[in-house]
């Protein structure tokens, strides 16, 4: 499975932006994703995660109500819509694929990650 992130950018504290993950080979669709973010000098934080059908959805704490997850599994691509950015969010976030569990939470259960993309919240 290869897994490409793309869509981070600058964007100014209260404003938006979409990331998008296309994955290639493997079997999407029975999969588990999910973001996670790592900033400088930081652990790889779990974000967001959505089920291998979309039915459920799980956010951290930080992040619920502002963030939006979800999957088009024709497209074989997985999105994060980020809304009212804080600087605090400002990291590299990776997508991440499980490909045995109901859900994706940890960072141990990731089987593959994508190389990141940047987002940098200015105040």
């Known amino acids: 499975v290869q897994l490409q992130a793309f869509g981070g950018g600058l964007v100014q504290a209260g404003g938006s932006l979409r990331l998008s993950c296309a994955a290639s080979g493997g079997l999407f669709s029975t999969y588990a994703m999910g973001w996670f973010r790592q900033a400088p000098g930081k652990e790889r934080d779990f974000v967001a995660s959505?089920?291998?059908?979309?039915?459920?959805?799980y956010y951290a704490g930080s992040v619920k109500g502002r963030f939006i997850i979800s999957r088009d599994n024709a497209k074989n691509t997985m999105y994060l819509q980020m809304n009212s950015l804080k600087p605090e969010d400002t990291a590299v976030y990776y997508c991440?694929?499980?490909?045995?569990?109901?859900?994706?939470?940890?960072?141990?259960?990731?089987?593959?990650w994508g190389q990141g993309t940047q987002v940098t919240v200015s105040s």
């Open positions: 991440a694929v499980d490909r045995t569990s109901l859900s994706l939470t940890y960072r141990a259960q990731v089987d593959y």
């Open positions: 959505i089920t291998w059908n979309g039915g459920s959805t």
